[in-house]
């Protein structure tokens, strides 16, 4: 699909401009007339058109570019026109014209539904000449109108729209926007027809360039590393990088996060001058997170490495020395990190933060940015704070280097951030791979934050071959989804459970999950640095490395990353045996060439032959190249070799056997519950009647709010009584805490120990009808460890059974999805 036929230009643009613009078959802009649009916030777009579309990008912008970008640029709006119209009651409007030029007539009441096909930073507007009856509007990120936590301006996504003569604006905050995809019109009543036409979405956007690029023979990480790019550039606000997820009480600038989103900011954009004003923004910020103030100071040696700004560098130099020396003065105190993630290893974010995983891997943590920060000072210049802070990050490291045993009992955060901190001899990577790494379906993060610093550390023991089934699994699957911008939190059995594509998202332990979360862009990065593999190797690319990594069957690679000193450009095409390395002036290039499996490998450069000076068990290592524009001729002795992951697509799930029941209703008796049960709240709000068996140490409940149902009632729904010739019904439940922030998921510990397998049965009832959709996950409730595909417990109305099989003491968590909360009525042990 082409993007740029769906974008029109608001407002009043010049004259110039339209001439311009028309000369393109492709872009062919409607202009709006002042009087058509009022009370826009922004001027509207000055880019221009300079450049081919990008497939492999869901950003309407991404071939167009402005003139000149700068830190203090304000917003600017673009219209975005849908993709499609759908409606509930087809027969109750007549279509003049289609999507994306939207003219209806609606003579009855009905809902309309419009997908623009991409998430926006925008708000929702409508024309309508002789509007009469009751309409409302709605927004959403995913294909069914939002609801979000209390805390925001309007929780419910969905209100009147205000009126500005003939236009229509949905206004849900004072700042308007929000990250939108599908828009509903509600037509409530009709008193006459209306024709409503103009269909569209005001889109915000700050200026910035698509300098960067990305390209290789497999489509979708080439979708991975725009849509990674495009979600950040959604996220960039007139002064700070901030966030567009539906307005969510906490749209605001956070530290930690603004370090991926800077990262992937640097390779596509190459906007050193608002990122150097967020940095700024951020520099007395914490969030309350111990973890966030390193992160920083890891963006502001980012920032140093690709701009060579030494006087940034110096201005901040005290700061962030002052976030180091904390962190190394509480290196072992008990402090808790506050938060480290969303995955349960990690604690369930602000669930239990100060759980052993997530200490160590802050320690770590601060080893790594240490050890940043005194290379970046050396290379600055700064010797006598280089030695400093290198002799203290190898103090803290050498204890865990001379007993390496200490990691046994940690997961891949911990285990990564040690990787990457060079706390572990590489000579256990191998056996610390096999423990931890090798099992594909736990090397994947629910957050893609955390995920991208265990890609860092793959690229670090050289499994680059996995990192990339990883990236598929995590970012690729988000895609599947549906995905045009990356999420808060991902599991890619969502795309295995009864989710559809667009569908509602779980929302749980981070609150109402956001769709369009830059913090999960880093991935970006990683692709430049790591596949097509250009990095600095000091500050501003005064020299830089290209060490491209072609595995899982790639065989070309091309993209383009900014410096300060001009674009260097790289491609490398190992089947046709070419390569192109444009070197900017004042750089110099060390490349490094894949071996393909070959080992003799013949080069010329620019026609002559260029011998390598070293090999590595993957690659050939060439002397220094200057600047200028080359040209590389490859020949491999014999067919080049992509190497492979070694491993099984399918992911072991130990709990993968579920099973439902929507007959039995509340006569469970003799069907479940032979080892014991808990029915919640069943004599009232919080009274449960229990039955642990032997082996079973207790049932512990997390985030739960107690509530009662009915009592002595005959609906055949309830609960029959436990007691013996007892024939009387009664139901209660537990719920989670909605709307209130991060109270959408609660959990169920169940500390069963027993040498068989046995079966755990929850009872789920929708008793009011309030259209609860729930989303269950089990996890080892020792490891933290995930042990079942999430699954999606809907139509409860009617009381409906989810049975595991499990061999284990287990957590369960008890997700809200859609409806008023996510509510759970008993536990059978069986």
């Known amino acids: 699909m082409k993007l740029t036929g769906n974008l029109v230009f608001s407002a009043v643009i010049s004259a110039a401009l339209c001439t311009l613009l028309a ?64 409606s509930d009651t087809p027969e109750a409007f007549s279509v003049r014209r289609q999507a994306p030029d939207i003219d209806v007539t609606v003579s009855s009441p009905c809902d309309l539904m419009f997908d623009f096909g991409r998430v926006s930073a925008g708000w929702l507007e409508f024309e309508c000449d002789n509007l009469s009856g009751q309409v409302e509007c709605s927004i959403s990120e995913f294909n069914e109108p939002a609801v979000f936590n209390a805390g925001s301006r309007h929780p419910r996504k969905t209100l009147a729209p205000a009126r500005y003569g003939k236009v229509f604006r949905l206004e ?37 360039n698509y300098e960067g690029s990305f390209d290789t023979d497999d489509p979708m990480l080439n979708r991975i590393w725009y849509t990674a790019a495009y979600t950040v550039r959604l996220n960039f606000l007139k002064d700070y990088f901030g966030a567009i997820l539906m307005e969510r009480s906490d749209r605001f600038s956070w530290t930690g996060d603004a370090h991926t989103s800077q990262a992937a900011s640097l390779v596509a954009f190459g906007n050193y001058e608002f990122v150097r004003k967020n940095l700024l923004h951020t520099a007395d910020q914490s969030n309350g997170i111990l973890s966030y103030p390193l992160y920083w100071v890891q963006s502001l040696v ?60 802050l320690k770590m943590l601060t080893i790594q940015t240490t050890r940043r920060f005194a290379s970046a000072m050396a290379a600055s210049g700064r010797e006598d704070l280089a030695r400093k802070y290198s002799t ?120 109402y999950t956001s769709l369009t979360h830059p913090w999960s862009a880093g991935v970006a990065k990683w692709l430049t640095e790591e ?201 209660g439940s537990v719920v989670t805490g909605d709307p209130a922030p991060c109270m959408q998921t609660m959990t169920i510990d169940v500390d069963y120990r027993t040498s068989s397998p046995y079966r755990l049965t929850l009872y789920f009832v929708d008793w009011d009808n309030a259209g609860r959709r729930s989303a269950i996950e089990l996890f080892d409730l020792s490891t933290r460890r995930l042990l079942s595909p999430v699954h999606m417990v809907r139509d409860y109305s009617g009381g409906r059974y989810v049975t595991f099989e499990v061999d284990r003491p287990v957590r369960v968590r008890i997700c809200q999805v859609r409806g008023t909360n996510a509510a759970v009525s008993a536990l059978f042990l069986d």
């Open 531 to 731: 596949v097509l593999g250009v990095k600095p190797e000091s500050p501003g690319f005064g020299t830089f490395s290209v060490t491209p990594h072609l595995t899982s069957g790639l065989s070309r690679v091309s993209g383009d990353v900014p410096t300060p000193k001009g674009i260097i450009s790289f491609s490398l095409d190992v089947r046709e045996g070419t390569s192109c390395l444009v070197v900017p002036d004042g750089t110099r290039a060390s490349l490094s060439l894949p071996l393909m499996g070959c080992r003799d490998l013949k080069v010329t450069l620019d026609g002559k032959p260029l011998a390598a000076e070293a090999f590595t068990p993957t690659h050939a290592r060439f002397p220094e190249i200057g600047p200028g524009s080359h040209s590389l001729v490859i020949d491999y002795p014999s067919e080049p070799l992509s190497a492979k992951a070694d491993e099984a697509f399918e992911y072991a799930i130990p709990a993968s056997t579920v099973s439902e029941d929507s007959l039995t209703g509340g006569d469970w008796k003799g069907v479940y519950g032979s080892k014991g049960y808990c029915l919640f709240s069943y004599d009232g709000p919080g009274a449960d009647r229990i039955l642990l068996p032997a082996g079973c140490r207790g049932i512990t409940l997390g985030k739960q709010t107690p509530c009662h149902w009915a009592a002595e009632t005959s609906d055949p729904r309830a609960l029959v009584s436990n007691r013996e010739g007892d024939g009387s019904r009664s139901l």
């Open 302 to 361: 980012d920032y140093y490495l690709y701009t060579g700004d030494g006087e940034l560098l110096g201005q901040l130099c005290d700061n962030a020395c002052a976030k180091l020396d904390d962190a190394l003065e509480h290196f072992d105190d008990p402090r808790s990190p506050a938060f480290y993630g969303w995955d349960e290893r990690l604690g369930a974010g602000f669930e239990d933060p100060g759980c052993p995983e997530t200490r160590m891997a």
């Open 23 to 86: 000369t393109s078959a492709e872009a062919q802009p409607h202009v709006f007339s002042a009087a058509k649009l009022q009370n826009e916030p922004y001027r509207p777009l000055t880019a221009v058109k300079a450049g081919k579309d990008v497939p492999s990008s869901p950003d309407p912008l991404v071939s167009y570019r402005w003139k000149r970008t700068g830190a203090d640029d304000d917003l600017q709006i673009y219209l975005l026109k849908p993709c499609t119209m759908t």
């Open 172 to 208: 849900l905050n004072d700042e308007l926007y929000e990250g939108v995809r599908y828009a509903w019109i509600h037509v409530r009543s009709v008193d006459k027809p209306l024709r409503i036409k103009n269909v569209r979405l005001v889109c915000q956007a700050r200026p910035a």
């Open 392 to 511: 203290l990050a190898e103090a803290k490291a050498r204890p865990y280097l001379a007993s390496p045993e200490v990691f046994d009992e940690y997961d891949i955060f911990a285990l990564s951030d040690a990787i990457n901190a060079g706390a572990v001899p590489s000579s256990l990577w191998n056996e610390i791979w096999q423990r931890t790494y090798s099992d594909r379906l736990q090397r994947v993060s629910y957050s893609p934050f955390n995920q991208y610093f265990v890609l860092n550390a793959m690229a670090r023991m050289g499994r680059h071959a996995e990192a990339m089934n990883t990236i598929d699994d995590c970012w690729g699957g988000q895609i599947r989804y549906g995905a045009t911008t990356f999420f808060e939190v991902f599991r890619p059995s969502w795309n295995l459970c009864s989710l559809g594509e667009n569908d509602a998202p779980v929302n749980n332990q981070c609150g």
